[in-house]
């Protein structure tokens, strides 16, 4: 038993005069399941109207703010196209149980873009999101462990590359922890950190391997 999945597509090029100063793609999955189909219909509807949501944001806020670039006259030429890319990932899909996480890349000019990861792992027997401490135990003794866990494993990155975290990572593991921010594959919980959170932009979206059982 496993769920299939689809691929749903969103995209357009838009233009101000006759220059493309906006285009967006934006895939997003719908599921057919064994397990309860009246599950996988509302966890089918979430991620549609997400995605006609984040349509919506990037035709009207982003679409604006690009025309007015466009239209002012020391900006550059050809004009840096201004982008919304959403791409999602499946990272487990056995039995009842999938996970995956959706990268949403903006960029809005300027040296380089942002991407923002969010992560969802679906129950289909009950439609309903499975969370961390479901899987992990998140008490005072296990967030120990994780914290140290995670410490080890930037200190075995920097050994290879030096600068890849900034400084004050170990308190940055800490304070910029979400316990929503995790995906699972087999065998393993990953937890990832935003851009920023605890490294600078060259280093991406940084991700810790917690081994476990489920």
């Known amino acids: 038993m496993m769920q299939t999945i689809t691929t749903n597509t969103l995209e357009d090029t838009m233009y101000y005069k006759e220059i493309p100063v906006f285009t967006y793609k934006i895939t997003y999955p719908s599921f057919t399941t064994t397990c309860n189909g009246d599950a996988s219909e509302s966890i089918n509807n979430h991620y549609a109207q997400l995605a006609q949501k984040t349509q919506g944001y990037g035709r009207k806020v982003l679409y604006a703010q690009a025309a ?54 679906w129950d289909f027997n009950t439609g309903k999101r499975i969370r961390l401490s479901d899987i992990y135990p998140l008490t005072p ?6 914290q140290k866990s995670m410490e080890e494993q930037v200190k075995e990155r920097l050994k290879a590359n030096q600068g890849i975290y900034f400084e ?46 489920f």
């Open 68 to 121: 007015a670039d466009a239209k002012y006259p020391k900006s550059p030429r050809p004009f840096p196209t201004y982008t919304l890319d959403v791409l999602y990932q499946i990272t487990y899909n056995t039995g009842c149980i999938t996970s995956l996480y959706t990268d949403t890349y903006t960029y809005a000019g300027g040296a380089h873009g942002q991407t923002i990861r969010t992560s969802d792992t």
């Open 168 to 213: 004050d990572y170990r308190s940055l593991l800490q304070d910029t922890f979400n316990a929503n921010s995790f995906y699972i594959q087999p065998g393993m919980v990953i937890i990832y950190y935003q851009q920023y959170d605890i490294a600078p932009y060259s280093t991406g979206l940084p991700e810790f391997y917690i081994p476990v059982n």
């Open 141 to 146: 003794a296990s967030l120990y462990q994780l």
